[in-house]
Every structure is written in C-alpha cells, then in structure tokens.
T-cell receptor
C-alpha cells in the first residue's frame, strides 16, 4: 500500500519569505500526486497536481511543486509568503485498488505566517 | 458553477437518532466518495461509488450506509449514530481515473452527544 509523509505538522515563516512544505511518498509505480489546501472551516481545494507530464507543476495562488522520482518527493514551494496563505496543506497520492481510485493522504502541515 | 454541495454544514444530534447528510454534484462525475477528517488521523475514506447503483466500502465503513440512485447524489446515512462518529465529513467527486483529483464539498461538522 502506498503512503504519504509530510514532514512537520506545523511550519512557520515570515511574510515575504520562502514557503517550503515537504512531501514524500512511497510508490512502486509512477504516481499521480496532489496538493490540497484547507482554510479554516472550509473544504479542501486543489492547489496543483502531477500526472506524469512536466516535473515542475504550477498551481494556483503562486504555488508550485517539483516531482523528483529519485527522491520520491513532491515538495510544495512559494517564493514569497502572504498572510492569506495561512492554512493547512495536504499532500496526497492516487492509489488504485480494484475499482477504487482512492487518494492516500498525508497528515497535513499547518502553515503559519508571521507578520 | 461546478461544485459539490453538502448539507447540513453543522449538525448536533443524539445517540441513536438516524440522520442523513446529503451530497450533490453538478459536474456529471462518475466517482463519488465520503471521507471523515479527525485530528491526528487525517482523511479516511468511508464509502465510494463508481457510478449509479455501484458502491463499495472504504477504510472505515462501520456504522455508515450510502446509496447512489442518481448520478449526482450520494447521501451518507448514519442509522444509529454514536459519539465516536463525531467528526468532520467531506463528500468528494471526480471523473473516473486517478489522475483527476477530487472536488470537495464544504464539509459537515457532526457532533453526536
């Protein structure tokens, strides 16, 4: 079974600083990978996805992620943090078991932005 | 607007009183799924459906039922809710195939007392 590990349950950065949220996955086959964002009291919104095209994927709100097969990583970055980026971020990998295209989720990382 | 609509957003109920959480999508997606989100446990799949009249168990199906009589609707039924079902519930939909990702509803926060 596949698994997803997000390093750091909380990450704190200053406004304007680089955001780096780490995600590693275990998969024996090329995966489909996703980053979702959850704002307080809201549902999950797709930020970006990797589906075996370009390894550098650009998403919404200035975020991007790079798929590195050799490191089994899919880290999320943003050059300059804004206060509005404060949220919880989830990395997920798509796993197929018989007919179920289930998403396997990391535990999430809460991003805290310091003024 | 393409969306998944869940109702209600908040629900407080008593142990044993049957309840239904509705989910509807307007994107003609074949695949629909229910998740629960608990602190420290992340998102766990309850049930999923590949199409009308096709449903199956996810990782934590005990105490839940679902039905898929129409493509757009996928209600979650708790026949006899218990306090351990207090959680945040999300409905999601997708085109078939793992590459598309899910569209999520806004969530239902359920408290069972």
């Amino acid at each position: 079974a596949q698994s997803v590990t997000q390093l750091g349950s909380h990450v704190s950065v200053s406004e304007g600083a680089l955001v780096l949220l780490r995600c590693n996955y275990s998969s024996s086959v090329p995966p489909y990978l996703f980053w979702y964002v959850q704002y307080p009291n809201q549902g999950l919104q797709l930020l970006l996805k990797y589906t075996s095209a370009a390894t550098l994927v650009k998403g919404i709100n200035g975020f991007e992620a790079e798929f590195k097969k050799s490191e089994t990583s899919f880290h999320l970055t943003k050059p300059s943090a804004h206060m509005s980026d404060a949220a919880e971020y989830f990395c997920a990998v798509s796993q197929r078991e018989s007919s179920n295209y289930q998403l396997i989720w990391g535990a999430g990382t809460k991003l805290i932005i310091k003024p | 607007e393409a969306q998944v609509t869940q109702n209600p957003r908040y629900l407080i109920t008593v142990t044993g009183k049957k309840l239904t959480v509705t989910c509807s999508q307007n994107m003609n997606h074949e695949y629909m799924s229910w998740y629960r989100q608990d602190p420290g446990l992340g998102l766990r799949q309850i049930y999923y459906s590949m199409n009308v009249e096709v449903t199956d168990k996810g990782d934590v199906p005990e105490g839940y039922k679902v039905s898929r009589k129409e493509k757009r609707n996928f209600p979650l039924i708790l026949e006899s809710p218990s306090p351990n079902q207090t959680s945040l519930y999300f409905c999601a939909s997708s085109l078939i195939g793992g590459r598309h990702g899910y569209t999520f509803g806004s969530g239902t926060r359920l408290t069972v007392v």
